[in-house]
C-alpha cells in the first residue's frame, strides 16, 4: 500500500476559543466536499486524556501494556499508555489511513499551516508569537479594527471562516496530489 502524504493544517488558540467546534465543522464541509480528514488533538489541560477505565483496553495498559487496539464492525481504537510520542510519530502513524488532510488542533508552536482563534484582548499576543498562521477568526468584533491586514480575518460566528479554511485545505490537497 502506497502511502499518500496528507496535508496538515492546524487550528489554534488558547482553551475554549473554539478550536474543537471548528474542527467538527471543518471535517464536516471537507468530508461533504469528497476529501477523508483525520485529526490529531493535543491535550494541553494537564495530566492524562480520560480513557474508559473498565474497559478492556484500559485494564490491558493498567496491567503493563504501553498500547491497546480495540477493533469491531469497522471501528478501531488506539490507546497508548506511558507513551510520550511526539507530534511527528502522530503524524507518522495517521499517514497509515490515506488521509488527504490531517487537521491538529493545537501544538500551537509547530510551523504548519494554522487558523489562529481569538476570543478577547488577552489573546492577540498570539498573532505576532505564532508563525504560519493563514487566517484569523475573532469572537468580538471590536478586535476588527487590531486586526492585521496579513491575514484574512473572519468572525468565529461567520460561516465564511469555515468555508474559507476548507478551500484553502482542499487547494493544497489538490497541489500535493498533483505533485504525486
Known amino acids: 500500500m502506497a502511502l499518500v502524504k496528507p496535508f496538515i493544517f492546524q487550528v489554534v488558540g488558547y482553551q475554549n ?12 464541509t471537507l468530508t461533504e466536499q469528497g476529501l477523508k480528514p483525520v485529526t490529531i488533538k493535543h491535550h494541553g489541560h494537564g495530566g492524562k486524556p ?5 474497559k478492556d483496553s ?22 497508548v ?6 507530534l511527528e510519530k502522530q503524524l507518522d502513524l495517521l ?6 488532510v490531517i487537521l491538529v488542533e493545537g501544538y500551537k508552536q509547530v510551523n504548519f499551516p494554522k487558523l489562529l482563534l481569538l476570543r478577547d484582548l488577552d489573546d492577540l499576543p498570539l498573532l505576532t508569537s ?5 487566517a484569523v477568526a475573532v469572537w468580538k468584533e471590536d478586535l ?3 486586526m492585521v491586514e496579513d491575514y484574512p480575518f473572519f468572525s468565529i460566528h461567520d460561516t465564511e471562516v469555515i468555508n474559507w479554511t476548507a478551500n484553502f485545505i482542499k487547494d ?5 496530489d498533483e505533485k504525486s
Do not use: C, W
Request: a positive charge; proline letters at 2%; charged letters at 15%.
Open 144 to 146: 476588527f479594527p487590531l
Open 81 to 86: 499508555d506511558n507513551l510520550n510520542v511526539s
Open 130 to 134: 505564532l508563525n504560519n498562521i493563514q
Open 17 to 28: 476559543s473554539g478550536k474543537t467546534t471548528t474542527i467538527i465543522k471543518l471535517i464536516q
Open 172 to 176: 493544497h490537497v489538490h497541489r500535493n
Open 50 to 54: 480520560a480513557v474508559m477505565e473498565e
Open 58 to 79: 484500559s485494564l490491558y495498559l493498567r496491567s503493563g501494556a504501553i498500547a491497546s487496539i480495540v477493533e469491531g464492525a469497522g471501528r478501531m481504537i488506539l490507546q
Open 95 to 100: 499517514k497509515y489511513f490515506q488521509a488527504d
